[in-house]
């Protein structure tokens, strides 16, 4: 049974009919300009255009092998397909595109990712030469492998040792203990030929710490296992099981002098030690993926928020009025208030991502001529941003599957795969409630450099002891978010307090810091957040005099919902510190309310101007046309399951069972 389907349904049209601004002008603001909406949207139509690239059957219906297979054709599909077409891999990456074509943990992902940036970032002139062209081109294809069975927070407790051999001018890879097995990295199990390895450099009988190692493990021309090598894959997981992440087990394997990556730190064919000019500059490749994280994480939780959204444009459920016609489920206020401060998230994140980009760039700008000092504050915020924004995504995601009541369940929602993808980024690439602690340190540590008289770094710099006065009214968004640094300050105040009273009690600093840490962490999160608040206000004003008035409104709504959400969410720490009243919160409370309300009329538009085709979305509830229950019916038919009326395990079981004599 198949309908002819309508361009748009009816409620999706009378909802893009009531769109107050121009669409193009924030789709172009959300890719950074309008060059990069048309790249973007000529990549995406020759991958459109590429058949090879999409799903014959739902990976849902393959097995483990099939699974990871299917996912390596696409894959291999995609590069060459790019490549062809004078693009690079990072388009696709920048874009969102072509991974949202194999979102369910790709072979090549780490490849094109910390592999790739590894030997950009950590290589010496020789290495990147020999390096780089082969990794390029595909010619080595390789995995970043750091994580043990034993650690993978604790990167200083790792047990892979690389001892060096001046006789032979070898190092000697070896995983000492069971707990010493590489364990979880992406691609590592069965794809990858070569990986870098994170393991602890030991010289003449002292150690110097983890280091990073270039390791073929895999011959070139047959792919078997090189000898002194174990290596497969882990089986499966909570998602992303189209991935082959493996587990890795050095015998005493032996890699030339050559392979350590010698950029910053480097050993002397004698094996003496050159230290580098920062002790973490061998983390380098995780701070990196970590600014890259926020981004994908701001990217799948769009594309969770347009299809709950569309889909609750579409779907009427209950009577609000006794005898009155079903209602849109969106004109719920509940149901706002589930979507809409998401929707305002992802904007606050992409502003946020592009504005940690930009340190980004400058830090490593710096770093090239030996400028060590930004180092700190960009750690600290990609560390906490990527915290924020991993949680956020994950938990505006499940939101907006729980918003799609029964149907948001449905593997042809997409939603349990884009839930199950990126709550991963949780755990990987630092786990958050660590990376939080780390941020907690800079702020101690920040808020102490003050009390003497230190000047700040700019990301701190509201933390400082005396701070001025703001002169923004209190319910202006300017005073709003002051009332957040307030907040902020108060709290790191008080924890600086907690563990000096610890200290003196006669609590070592460690113990009082463990003994302070949830309070910590609440910290670390609240500081970034007042961090994404400030870049979501600058962008929007930065942005006013540029824009049409219906976006500029549009965006300051956005930024406003962002704002007043977030000061609820902290009201008790805000009223502790005195920087707002109960009675601000109660006005503050019912503008959110009318906020909800005005958002709502736009929402379909909004998500519309995210601008994310069909065949990326990949769900039967959020297609462009609304046209949700045709596509779940004829979804539903492709189950094996009713390839025949009666099943086998009728005959097997059922049968059986109902003869039997109970
Ligand atoms: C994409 C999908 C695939 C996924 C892949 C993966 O998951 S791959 C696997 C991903 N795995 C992970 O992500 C593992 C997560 N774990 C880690 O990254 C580290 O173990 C750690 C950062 C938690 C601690 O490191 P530690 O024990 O060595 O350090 P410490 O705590 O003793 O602090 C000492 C000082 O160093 C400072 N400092 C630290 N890092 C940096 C930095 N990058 N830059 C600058 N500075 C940094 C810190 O602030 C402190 O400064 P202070 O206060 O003295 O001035
Ligand atoms: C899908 C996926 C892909 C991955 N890909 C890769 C990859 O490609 N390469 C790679 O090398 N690794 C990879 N990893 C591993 C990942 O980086 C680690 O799992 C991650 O760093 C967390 O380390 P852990 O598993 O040891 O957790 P643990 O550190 O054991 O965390 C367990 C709990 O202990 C807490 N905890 C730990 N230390 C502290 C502390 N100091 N203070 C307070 N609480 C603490 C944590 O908050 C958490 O609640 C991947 C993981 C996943 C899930």
């Known amino acids: 049974m198949s309908v002819v389907v309508p361009e748009c349904c009816d409620d999706l049209k009378r909802e893009r009919g009531r769109c107050l601004f121009n669409k193009e002008e924030l789709t172009n603001i959300l890719d950074g300009g309008p060059k990069l909406t048309e790249k973007r949207r000529r990549i995406e139509k020759m991958l459109i255009n590429t058949p090879e690239l999409f799903d014959d059957v739902s990976p849902d219906y393959l097995s483990h092998e099939d699974r990871y297979s299917n996912e390596l054709r696409k894959a291999t599909q995609l590069m060459t397909t790019l490549e062809k077409n004078g693009f690079t891999y990072n388009d696709a990456v920048t874009t969102g ?145 189209s991935n082959d992440n493996g587990f890795l087990q050095f015998n005493h394997h032996r890699i030339p002098l050559t392979n350590m990556f010698m950029k910053h730190s480097q050993v002397t064919e004698d094996g003496k030690y050159v230290k580098p000019l920062h002790s973490k500059l061998s983390y380098g490749t995780m701070v990196q993926t970590r600014v890259g994280i926020v981004y994908h994480a701001s990217r799948e939780l769009s594309r969770a928020l347009i299809i709950a959204i569309r889909y609750s444009a579409v779907r009427h459920q209950s009577e609000m009025v006794p005898g009155d016609p079903e209602p849109q489920i969106l004109d719920y206020q509940t149901q706002q208030y589930k979507l809409l401060p998401h929707l305002a998230s992802f904007f606050a994140l992409r502003f946020s991502a592009r504005a940690l980009l930009e340190v980004f760039i400058g830090t490593s700008a710096g770093l090239g001529s030996g400028k060590m000092n930004m180092l700190p504050e960009l750690h600290a915020l990609s560390s906490g941003l990527k915290a924020v924004a991993t949680n956020d995504a994950v938990k505006g995601t499940d939101i907006c599957r729980l918003a799609c009541g029964g149907h948001g369940y449905l593997s042809s929602s997409n939603l349990p795969r884009i839930y199950t993808a990126i709550a991963a980024g949780i755990t990987y690439e630092g786990e958050n409630t660590v990376l939080f602690l780390q941020v907690a340190r800079y702020l101690i540590k920040s808020f102490r450099a003050s009390s003497q008289g230190q000047t700040l770094p700019f990301s701190v710099s509201y933390l400082r002891v005396q701070p001025p006065s703001s002169h923004a009214p209190l319910m202006s968004d300017r005073g709003l978010v002051d009332a957040l640094g307030a907040g902020v300050r108060w709290m790191v105040g008080e924890a600086e307090r907690r563990l000096q009273q610890l200290v003196d009690s006669g609590h070592s600093p460690h113990a009082a810091w463990n003994a302070c840490s949830v309070h910590l962490v609440q910290c670390a999160d609240a500081h970034t957040r007042y961090y994404i ?88 509830l959020g297609a462009w046309d609304g046209n949700v229950y045709q596509r779940i019916y004829e979804e539903a038919q492709k189950s094996p399951l009713n390839k025949s009326d009666v099943t086998q395990g009728y005959y097997q079981y059922l049968r059986p069972l109902m003869k039997a004599n109970l």
Not at 171 to 180: D, E, G, R, Y
Not at 235 to 240: C, F, S, T
Not at 557 to 564: G, N
Request: charged share 20%; proline share 3%; hydrophobic share 40%.
């Open 97 to 241: 595109t072509g991974l949202w074509l194999l979102m369910d943990g790709n072979p090549l992902s780490l490849h094109i990712s910390m592999f790739l940036d590894t030997i950009k970032g950590q290589s010496n002139p020789q290495q990147l030469q020999e390096w780089l062209p082969l990794a390029e081109k595909f010619k080595i294809i390789g995995t970043y492998a750091q994580t043990e069975l034993g650690h993978g927070t604790f990167v200083r407790g790792l047990e892979t040792t690389a001892t060096y051999d001046s006789t032979t001018k070898e190092f000697v890879l070896h995983s000492p203990t069971i707990t010493a097995t590489k364990w979880w990295p992406g691609a590592l199990g069965k794809t990858s030929n070569h990986a870098v390895v994170m393991a602890q450099l030991y010289l003449g009988g002292k150690c110097y710490g983890p280091h990073i190692f270039m390791v073929q493990l895999r011959d070139l021309e047959t792919h078997r296992t090189l000898p002194g090598i174990v290596v497969g894959e882990i089986g499966p997981r909570l998602g992303m099981n």
């Open 533 to 620: 608040c400030e870049q979501f206000v600058d962008a929007v004003s930065k942005l006013g005099e540029t824009v049409s008035s219906g976006v500029h409104e549009v965006l300051r709504q956005l930024c406003r919902l962002y704002i007043l959400h977030r000061v609820i969410q902290t009201a008790g720490i805000l009223l502790r510190c005195g920087a707002v009243d109960g009675k601000a919160l109660t006005s503050i409370e019912e503008e959110e309310c009318h906020l909800l309300a005005t958002l709502r009329i736009q929402a379909v538009s909004i998500v519309d101007a995210i601008d994310i085709k069909d065949v990326f979305l990949k769900s039967t």
